[in-house]
T-cell receptor
């Protein structure tokens, strides 16, 4: 069974602070996706990283895929209250259908 | 554009009653479709996926079943709900860049 461990599980910070969320696995994934979810809604895709060592930037968010394609990180610079939400990483494997294995989630709260 | 519709948004059902949650997709043909369940504030657990009409793969043995009677329709069912079936159920289809999720159904079994 493939598992993705996310840390921290909960994070509460002040507006303007920086933070990093980690996603780790013992399994290799063909790619890794990050989603953000708000209460009562479905997750929304933020980014997909495919190549080991790849770094992608989305405004104040920086995503990195580990060289061995087993881990990833999400770094947010100068967090804002609008960044509050549940962040989920998901590893992609290929079988009869592409399947996502989701991490346990990081609940981020940014206080004004 | 590709869209996904899931209903109802909330549902309260007594133990032992049947369940039917429906999901439809627009703007794409022959999509891979998925049903997930999510515990509060946690990750998603894959329940079923389908690569075509009538083709259902189950990931977790449980009290639920899924069907795909039409190309863009995916249904999650149960004949008799258990208290443990309570949760947030999400339908999704696979697009080119990633998964697109429905807005979810909050099921409470009482």
């Amino acid at each position: 069974t493939q598992l993705l461990e996310q840390s921290p599980q909960f994070l509460s910070i002040q507006e303007g602070e920086n933070l990093t969320v980690y996603c780790n696995s013992s399994s290799v994934f063909s790619s890794l996706q990050w989603y953000r979810q708000e209460p009562g809604e479905g997750p929304v895709l933020l980014v997909t990283v495919v190549t080991g060592g790849e770094v992608k930037k989305l405004k104040r968010l920086t995503f990195q895929f580990g060289d061995a394609r087993k881990d990833s990180s999400l770094h947010i610079t100068a967090a804002q209250p609008g960044d509050t939400g549940l962040y989920l990483c998901a590893g992609v494997t290929h079988g009869s259908a592409r399947q996502l294995t989701f991490g346990s989630g990081t609940q981020l709260t940014v206080l004004p | 554009s590709q869209t996904i519709h899931q209903w109802p948004a909330t549902l309260v059902q007594p133990v032992g009653s049947p369940l039917s949650l429906e999901c439809t997709v627009e703007g794409t043909s022959n999509p891979n479709l998925y049903w997930y369940r999510q515990a509060a504030g946690r990750g998603l657990q894959l329940l079923f996926y389908s690569v075509g009409i009538g083709q259902i793969s189950s990931e977790v043995p449980q009290n639920l079943s899924a069907s795909r009677p039409q190309d863009r329709q995916f249904i999650l069912s149960s004949k008799k709900l258990l208290l443990s079936d309570s949760g947030f159920y999400l339908c999704a289809f696979e697009g080119f860049y990633g998964y697109t999720f429905g807005s979810g159904t909050r099921l409470t079994v009482v």
